[in-house]
């Protein structure tokens, strides 16, 4: 059973730029997380989506960031117009459906620089 | 404001002995809390989980202690091995909320052969 995958795994931007970040859950997994971890910090929690749906985007920066979770394919994280400031791991994780997501399962994570 | 604290940044331990990470927490909602543990370039792997109507949860080498009126918990890993030598989070959830996890800033434990 393959784990949650992400890709890229390492992207560079330039400043202005638009970043998209991919995420795979895990097979019959149909809750998906997105966390941030800023260099010797924690992972922060930017937003939790089912398919279709955001759940929870209390963590998400009000301009620039959105996700989406759609129907068919991977969870897209997107970043538009990106800045120095948003060089960091983006991780992603998946729970299965029905419980409430206490262990949720992370990918490799994608790690941004804006140059 | 860091819901989730883990005050020690760092912890070396010989091989063979126990180790135990902590972690302090301030919101009296949370009611589920997990430690991860991650390695360079890779993502957080789940290691043990603990409800707050447990005081203890073992899983092998693992063992986390929870105490809720200090509102404490730490993790102990007896006995340490290099292999576990990582970064440790805590994480916790709130009941009723948000499935989202609230993570510490992580503590690096190295464990000496």
């Known amino acids: 059973n393959a784990g949650v995958m992400q890709n890229p795994r390492h992207l560079v931007r330039r400043r202005g730029q638009e970043a998209r970040l991919r995420c795979s859950p895990m097979?019959?997994?149909?809750?998906v997380y997105w966390y941030r971890q800023l260099p010797e910090e924690g992972l922060k929690f930017m937003v939790y989506?089912?398919?279709?749906?955001?759940?929870?985007e209390s963590g998400m920066p009000k301009e620039r960031f959105s996700a989406e979770f759609p129907k068919e394919g991977p969870s897209i994280l997107r970043i538009q117009q990106v800045v120095r400031g948003d060089s960091a791991a983006y991780f992603c994780?998946?729970?299965?459906?029905?419980?409430?997501?206490?262990?949720?399962?992370f990918g490799p994570g994608t790690r941004l620089t804006v140059t | 404001d860091q819901q989730v604290k883990q005050n020690s940044p760092s912890l070396s331990v010989q091989e063979g002995r126990i180790s135990i990470l902590n972690c302090d927490y301030t919101?009296?909602?949370?009611?589920?809390f997990l430690w991860y543990k991650k390695y360079p370039a890779e993502g957080p792997t789940f290691l043990i989980s603990?409800?707050?109507?447990?005081d203890k949860n073992e899983d092998g080498r693992f063992t986390v202690f929870l105490n809720k009126s200090a509102k404490h918990l730490s993790l102990h890993i007896v006995p340490s091995q290099p292999g576990d030598s990582a970064v440790y989070f805590c994480?916790?959830?709130?009941?009723?909320?948000?499935?989202?996890?609230?993570f510490g800033k992580g503590t690096k434990l190295t464990v000496n052969p």
């Open positions: 994780a998946s729970s299965p459906p029905g419980g409430r997501g206490y262990e949720q399962y």
């Open positions: 097979k019959g997994h149909s809750h």
């Open positions: 989506l089912q398919k279709e749906n955001i759940i929870d």
């Open positions: 919101n009296s909602m949370f009611d589920y």
């Open positions: 603990i409800s707050s109507i447990k």
């Open positions: 994480a916790a959830m709130e009941k009723g909320g948000s499935e989202k996890l609230v």
